[in-house]
């Protein structure tokens, strides 16, 4: 059976699209039980994972020949879920516009500081606007790297407001400081290694 390595920016449900299937085909055939088990989480891989593509069963639904019959793939499209906090406190009922694709989304988190909505599996990428306009921040869709990964805690870590620098899986000075901060607010070691402690407060604050 064929193999799809994944690449930055991939995700479960923008494979699966790729080759027919619903994520859920994929993330629950047997002959991805190893990756489900390293990985937990089928919307954040790494780039290297490998994927298996079963075979495509066909399956016997009758259609008329000589006319056009639209089928929908179980799955698609994806939710998409934030939380968004300023001072470390939920930003509660706040108007949003969020771009995605060609689609945009007018609305006000909820009252946990909550943003979900529908977006196709295949987005890359979107843009979130706050205050009117005043803030602005792109959204990088699919490119979050696993908890256990270095550049995993170097973007949860920025995006907490925790500056780890540019995030490119080197654990230097400023990821080292990064870390520290985050260690400190949270009363662990402040040692500035990233052990199973640490991953596992940063997996409880960021929420995956």
Request: aromatic share 8%.
């Amino acid at each position: 059976m064929p193999t799809h390595v994944v690449k930055q920016g991939e995700c479960l449900a923008s494979i699966a699209l790729k080759y027919g299937f619903s994520w859920e085909a994929l993330w629950n055939s047997g002959d991805n039980s190893a990756l489900k088990q390293k990985r937990k989480d089928p919307n954040i891989l790494y780039p290297g994972d490998k994927v298996v593509i079963p075979k495509l069963d066909p399956g016997g639904n009758d259609a008329a020949t000589g006319a056009k019959h639209k089928y929908k793939i179980k799955g698609v499209p994806v939710k998409l879920r934030m939380k968004l906090l300023k001072d470390g406190k939920p930003r509660k009922n706040e108007e949003y516009v969020l771009h995605v694709g060609s689609t945009t989304f007018r609305d006000s988190t909820d009252g946990e500081g909550k943003i979900q909505v529908t977006i196709p599996p295949d987005a890359t990428t979107g843009k979130l606007q706050l205050d009117n306009g005043a803030e602005e921040y792109m959204l990088y869709l699919a490119h979050l790297d696993p908890i256990d990964t270095i550049s995993g805690m170097q973007a949860r870590l920025n995006t907490l407001g925790y500056p780890c620098g540019v995030v490119d899986g080197i654990m230097g000075p400023h990821s080292r400081y990064g870390l520290r901060k985050f260690q400190k607010h949270y009363d662990l070691q402040v040692d500035g290694i990233y052990g199973p402690q640490s991953q596992g407060k940063l997996k409880e604050v960021y929420g995956c």
